[in-house]
Structures are given as structure tokens and as C-alpha cells.
């Protein structure tokens, strides 16, 4: 059992729950994720890991589905069953030294990205972070990103606050304007990350991108979470999550992410009593 | 002299109807009462030589357990299977006996061989049922030995080491110990409470479990060596699932059996949604392979509702799959399109519509004694809505992947010498991550002989 040693909500859809792992926190590097597992009839989630401190997890969980909305009624001092990490290959980072980086994240990828942006800077990279939301109330990290980039510029969809408009445009407007970034790193809802390489591949900035797949075990073990990757099968949660953007088969990665759409509107209408569509 | 039941055939045992189990996953095979276990029992006719014994990998003492149930010594028989079997009731359920110790069975010549594995399973079900046991005195030996995966491998290691005195720690990725007993063969064929239970008699000798924890991720084998342990047994299995590398395998619908088989069983998506884990299996289901693996996945989405139809490459005779598991998907309504390799998956909208299958015939033998299976250029279509590969499994990478020391055979099996110790010192390996996937005896086997190498080495480097 792992201790829930802190639990905040972000916004409504949003939470963060600092875990007791002392293991996964003593190993854990940035891109990596962990699974866990509510209780006996739970099934296994993967979530990536936003920091760690000597002894404790931190991650970051938006409200989808079922087993997320059960993880909103739990508090401090609870726990999760189930706890195991860190999974899949730590992103590599320490080349960028020294290099103009733009890390583009896109509503909770902002999670997985702060790690991310806070060691390129720790490094001494030039680090500029695009994040995208939907609107200002869901907004998240604005300060932790601000404390870890050189600029950090905000889009929101409806224009509430900061940019308005997708990170996409963004990132396209910088680099128009002159900004040369050796790297792009992106992390959120496959087809933003689709939308960024667009964006990155008639530039030739070489691009990483961190897949999220459907897993069960996250050990390798079962390839639930299979993608094509330059024309070869790859298994997000051994390979990756990380991969070069511009050989991704984005297109199948988001028909594989819709596998279990009827089921999870089943599991929800199970838990609330009501209809959902989306 | 005793009189010896010359009856022709097994005393049969009791099975759950095929139509009605193939809505069920309640396990099939009823086991025998204590009188069919003793009339069964009496078929055995002591022959000097006992050449069950030597067909049984961990060498379980066949005619000597036998006769203590034809002396209702039950407990006696049960110690005796014990003596070199750390899960008999397992055993007696899963192996393919007719290919080790009945296979040999001198009553087998003329008649069909004594039901040892029956016989086996009775008398362990019998010691497992009982409310109390006695439990094993141990004199410990203050050394440490870590057993990495909990599989049938590392826990008959860990069984035999901590018997031997030596303080046991067996690591596991999963939430539950067990391996393939608890994620790959199904509850209609081993129940997975008689595998916690057979669990309960390793952790009984003293043996500590920490799930959850993957080695080259959560903890090195650096570390382990850290904190002490003075050997380590990798026991990691052959996890890793092939895929057929044809067009439209990462289509909606298509399951590797590892993913389909873990679903429904270590996450018991059969009983979603008062199981969180859901699995998508649709009105027909085409099945790719012919050993135990494709039987399982194929009568697990019997269960499901399925029309199920086995793909496989070779004839029925070549079929890898255990003789009881075939005859009993056959019984339980699953077709067979047997010389038949499918050669690319038709997706509509994102979704399995049809499998092209080309036909095959046999041709010569190959290195495994089976004929081949030659292409014809022969096509046909058939429409499914899943497919479920089961074309084997390769021992899981990370271990190679973290420990450039650790050598490795070009399709992953590890290195192991006649001492079954790695090019690493100190660390063992065994099982299907050492031969790649076979059978839970030959992993069990496996398993026992390391315990005796690690205790021959901590033993003689002490000296």
C-alpha cells in the first residue's frame, strides 16, 4: 500500500497527489511513469511521474474516466494498492546542454513536461515553454514552468488568458520570428503532438514526443500499448515513452487510444448513475 | 503380492458438461473422490524400474506415493510428492504428462498409462484442503538469496533454498506472485485460489514476497548485492509476446495472447465492470497458434460468447498444445482451421473486419521434428472481428537491457553454465527466461536445480 501523504485539487478536473515510494522516488528520472492500482477490483493506470522528493512521487492526474474519478474521493492519508515504478525509458536530456530548447505541452502534458523543462534548465539549456489550455480555469504549474524556463509563453483556446490560440500557432509565430531551437520537446493529446511536428518538420528541429498509450502491465509483457515507429512495432511503455516525432504513426496511435471508448462510458455510467457522451 | 487393477483405461474423472462449462470459468476437471483415486491407484503395477520417474523433470517418487494412497497415507503420499515437488496441485493440473511421466508409464505399452497426474493433483488437493497444516522445521543458515520473478521457477527455488536454511526474497514486477500461473492460465484450468494457496505453502517455509517491484527499474541487481545478498536467481521468464509482423496488427481488436490472457485473468476482465478492467472481444474471434497459450486464449473468449475458430499453420497432429487442452476446446464448440497461416489483417474504420489466410500443406521435417508448413500461394478471406496471436513468447528484454555482464542468446534466452550461473558471478537464471517458453515443470525443474548449484556455490565459497 502506498500512503497518499498530500492530495490537492488543482481546478475541477484536476489533482495532485503526493505519494509515499521512497523506492520509485530514490530511481526515478524525468519521462518516466508509474502504474497503480486503486484496490483489489482496480485496474492498472499509468501516470507520469511530475517530481520527486527523497521520499515521495508526485503526479499529476487528470479526471477521465472511471478510475480517476474514484482517485478524486480518496484523501490524505489513504492509499494506493498498487504502486510500482519507474517505468519506461528515462527521456535523454543531457545533450541539450547548452542547446535552445522549446518544450511545448498541452493541458495536463503540462505535468509531464515540468520535469522535463526543470532538468533542460538545471543543465543550463536555453529553455522556452509553450503551454496550452482550454480556458484560464484550468490552468496549472504557471509558476513552477515560470521558475524553470528562460521565456514561458501561455495559450489559451478561448483566449481567457494569455495567447489566444493552439500552442501550435505559437511555437509556429517564434520560430517565423527568428527563434532558432536546436530541439523541440511535446507532451500532450496525440493530435497536438501531431500538430507540433507539422509545425517542427519543414524546420528540421528535430523533435521527441511522449506517447501515451493504453497499458496493462508496463513491463513489456503484453504490447497493449504497440506503435508504429519508423515502419516498426514498438512498445511505448519499454521503448518509449519517448520518440523521434517525425517517425510516429500518430494516426493509428489515436485509433488505438479510442480501443476501449465503450467500455470506459459503461464503467462511468456505473459510477455516477447517468449518461455520458464524452 | 497384492492385486493390481488391470483395467484398460484411466478411471475417468469427473468434468463439468461441455456445454455448460463453456459459458463458466469454473475449472473443468472435478478431480477424483478417494475411492476413484485408490481404484486408480491400483492400476500401478510397482515395476522395478519406475520409468515414470525418470520422465518426470523434478523426478517426483511416482510409485512411492501411489502405494501410500492405496495404504490411505494420504499425508504420507503428500510428503513424498513433496520431497522434490514444491506445487503438486499445480503440477498434476498443468503438465503434459503424456509426454513425461505417463508417457513412460510401463502400463502405457499396452494400455492407457496409470492417471499419475490425477493422482497427484488428488493428494495435494487433499493436504490443501485441510484447515491445519504442519509446518516444515527449518534450521536457517544466515545467507541471503534473492529470486527475481515469482513465477513457477523462482518459487520452487525459493521452496528449495529456504528448505536448505538460506533466507529467501523473491522480487515481482506484478501486484500478485505467481507468474503464468496467475496471469496466463486460466481459472477454468488452474483456479488461482489453489495457486494462492500453493503460494501460502512457500511464504509457510519462510520465503518473503515483495511484488511490485521490477528489477532494472525499481532496484538493480547492483543493489541487490548491496543489501546483502550473496546470490541471485533470475527466474524472469519468456514474457515478451511475438506478433506475426504482417499488415494490420495494430488494428482495434487485435490482442497479443499475453494482453488478452492477463485481461481476463489477473485483472478478471470477465467480470468487468465490477472489475475496473474491460476487454473487447467481439462476436467472432480468430486465434493464431496451436499450443497451450492459443487453447486458453480460444476457450477464454468461448466464455466470452465468442464464435471461436483456431488458426494454425501445421495439422491437428502437430499441434503443441497438451492432448486434454485441444480434445477439450473441441468439446466445448471451438472450430479448427488447421494448414491455414494468415498473411495480412483487413481493418474497416480502425476496426478488425477480416483476416486473409493463405493455405498451407506439409512438407519435409524441421529441426523440431515436426513437418514443416509449405505456402501454397492459395488465398482465402474470413470475416473476424478479433484476433488473438499466440505464437509464442520471448524471454522479457530488461534484464539484458540493464546488465551489459548479463550475456544473452541472439533471440534473448540468458547464458547460463553447467554450474546454471550467468557470465555474471553469483547470479543464476532458469526457466523460460534461460530455454524460452515451456512448460511450468521443465521451469520448476529449472528452478530446483539452481537452489542445489546456489547451495553447492555459497557452500563452497565459504570454505
Redesign the interface.
Given at each position: 500500500m502506498a500512503r497518499i501523504i498530500e492530495k490537492t485539487n488543482l481546478n475541477d478536473n484536476t489533482i495532485k497527489f503526493v505519494v509515499k515510494a521512497p523506492?520509485?522516488a530514490k530511481?526515478a528520472l524525468p519521462g518516466q511513469f508509474i502504474i497503480l492500482?486503486?484496490d483489489e477490483?482496480?485496474?492498472?493506470v499509468p501516470f507520469t511521474i511530475s517530481s520527486t522528493d527523497d521520499e515521495n512521487v508526485t503526479i499529476i492526474v487528470q479526471i477521465v474516466g472511471?478510475?480517476t474519478m474514484r482517485m478524486n474521493a480518496l484523501k490524505a492519508g489513504d492509499g494506493f494498492?498498487?504502486?510500482?515504478?519507474?517505468?519506461g525509458k528515462p527521456t535523454e536530456l543531457d545533450y541539450l546542454k547548452g542547446k535552445n530548447v522549446c518544450v511545448v505541452g498541452g493541458g495536463l502534458g503540462t505535468a509531464i513536461a515540468y520535469p522535463q523543462a526543470k532538468y533542460l534548465h538545471e543543465i543550463g539549456a536555453n529553455v522556452d515553454v509553450i503551454m496550452g489550455f482550454k480556458n484560464k480555469d484550468i490552468i496549472i504549474l504557471e509558476d513552477e514552468l515560470k521558475a524553470s524556463s528562460d521565456n514561458l509563453y501561455i495559450t489559451t483556446d478561448d483566449g481567457s488568458y494569455g495567447r489566444q490560440g493552439f500552442v501550435t500557432q505559437v511555437l509556429g509565430d517564434l520560430i517565423k520570428e527568428g527563434k532558432k531551437y536546436d530541439h523541440v520537446l511535446t507532451i500532450g493529446p496525440a493530435i497536438m503532438m501531431k500538430n507540433v511536428v507539422n509545425v517542427t518538420k519543414p524546420h528540421d528541429i528535430p523533435t521527441t514526443v511522449s506517447m501515451n498509450s493504453i497499458m496493462?502491465?508496463g513491463?513489456?509483457?503484453?504490447?497493449?500499448c504497440?506503435?508504429?515507429v519508423g515502419g516498426e512495432?514498438k512498445f511505448a511503455c519499454?521503448d518509449g515513452p519517448d520518440f523521434d516525432g517525425f517517425l510516429v504513426d500518430f494516426d493509428?496511435a489515436m485509433?488505438?487510444s479510442?480501443?476501449?471508448a465503450?467500455?470506459?462510458r459503461?464503467?462511468i455510467c456505473?459510477l455516477t448513475g447517468e449518461v455520458r457522451n464524452g | 503380492m497384492a492385486k493390481f487393477n488391470m483395467a484398460k483405461t484411466k478411471v475417468p474423472m469427473p468434468e463439468q458438461d461441455p456445454d455448460v462449462r463453456n459459458k463458466n470459468f469454473d475449472e473443468v476437471s472435478l478431480g477424483y473422490t478417494l475411492e476413484m483415486a485408490k481404484e486408480e491407484a491400483s492400476r500401478c503395477v510397482q515395476c522395478k524400474n519406475k520409468p515414470c520417474v525418470s520422465g518426470c523433470p523434478v523426478g517426483v517418487k511416482i510409485p512411492e506415493f501411489i502405494h501410500l494412497i492405496l495404504e490411505d497415507d494420504l499425508d504420507g503420499a503428500y510428503r513424498k510428492i513433496a520431497e522434490t515437488n514444491n506445487l503438486p496441485a499445480i503440477c498434476g493440473r498443468v503438465c503434459p504428462q503424456e509426454v513425461q511421466c505417463e508417457g513412460k508409464c510401463t502400463r502405457g505399452i499396452k494400455d492407457e498409462p496409470v492417471g499419475i497426474g490425477r493422482l497427484e493433483r488428488f493428494v495435494a488437493d487433499y493436504r490443501n484442503n485441510k484447515k491445519y497444516n504442519k509446518p516444515v522445521e527449518i534450521t536457517s543458515i544466515n545467507k541471503k538469496v534473492a529470486v527475481v520473478g515469482a513465477g513457477p521457477s523462482g518459487l520452487s527455488a525459493a521452496a528449495d533454498l529456504a528448505k536448505r536454511g538460506y533466507s529467501v526474497v523473491m522480487f515481482d514486477?506484478?501486484?500478485t506472485a505467481g507468474g503464468v500461473l496467475m496471469y496466463g492460465i486460466p481459472e477454468f484450468r488452474l483456479p488461482k485460489k489453489l495457486v494462492q494457496k500453493e503460494l501460502k505453502n512457500v511464504i509457510g517455509l519462510g520465503v518473503k514476497l515483495q511484488?511490485?517491484?521490477?528489477v532494472g527499474?525499481?532496484?538493480y541487481i547492483k543493489d541487490l548485492f548491496d543489501q546483502g545478498f550473496e546470490a541471485i536467481y533470475l527466474s524472469t521468464g519468456a514474457?515478451?509476446?511475438r506478433?506475426l509482423?504482417i499488415p494490420g496488427?495494430?488494428?482495434?481488436g487485435v490482442?497479443?495472447a499475453?494482453?488478452f490472457l492477463?485481461?481476463m485473468n489477473l485483472?478478471?476482465a470477465y467480470k468487468?465492470?465490477?472489475?475496473?478492467?474491460?476487454v473487447?472481444i467481439g462476436k467472432k474471434v480468430c486465434v493464431v497458434g496451436g499450443g497451450n497459450v492459443a487453447m486458453d486464449a480460444a476457450r477464454s473468449a468461448k466464455r466470452m460468447g465468442a464464435d471461436v475458430t483456431v488458426v494454425y499453420r501445421r495439422s491437428f497432429e502437430e499441434m503443441p498444445a497438451r492432448i486434454e487442452e485441444s480434445h477439450h476446446a473441441r468439446e466445448e464448440g471451438i472450430k479448427f482451421m488447421n494448414l491455414h497461416n494468415p498473411v495480412e489483417i483487413i481493418g474497416e474504420n480502425?476496426w478488425v473486419k477480416k483476416v486473409k489466410l493463405e493455405k498451407m500443406e506439409l512438407g519435409e521435417p524441421d529441426s523440431s521434428g515436426r513437418r514443416r508448413p509449405v505456402a501454397t500461394g492459395e488465398f482465402e478471406e474470413s470475416e473476424f472481428e478479433s484476433v488473438i496471436i499466440a505464437i509464442g513468447q520471448s524471454p522479457?528484454?530488461?534484464i539484458k537491457n540493464t546488465n551489459s555482464d548479463i550475456d544473452t542468446e541472439s533471440w534473448g534466452g540468458i547464458i547460463i553454465d553447467d554450474r546454471t550461473m550467468t557470465t555474471k558471478e553469483a547470479v543464476f537464471a532458469g526457466g523460460d527466461a534461460v530455454s524460452g517458453a515451456a512448460t511450468v515443470i521443465l521451469a520448476m525443474g529449472a528452478g530446483k536445480k539452481a537452489a542445489e548449484n546456489i547451495d553447492k556455490y555459497l557452500s563452497e565459497k565459504d570454505k
Open positions: 523506492a520509485i530511481k492500482r486503486l477490483k482496480g485496474e492498472r472511471g478510475t494498492l498498487d504502486f510500482v515504478g519507474p517505468l496493462v502491465d513491463t513489456g509483457m503484453c504490447g497493449c504497440r506503435l508504429t512495432m519499454v493509428e485509433n488505438r479510442r480501443n476501449y465503450t467500455e470506459e459503461e464503467h456505473k | 514486477a506484478f501486484h511484488t511490485n517491484t521490477i527499474r525499481t532496484i514474457g515478451l509476446p506478433f509482423g496488427e495494430n488494428l482495434n490482442y497479443s499475453n494482453e492477463t485481461r485483472m478478471k468487468f465492470p465490477e472489475y475496473d478492467t474491460a473487447h480502425g522479457n528484454p530488461l
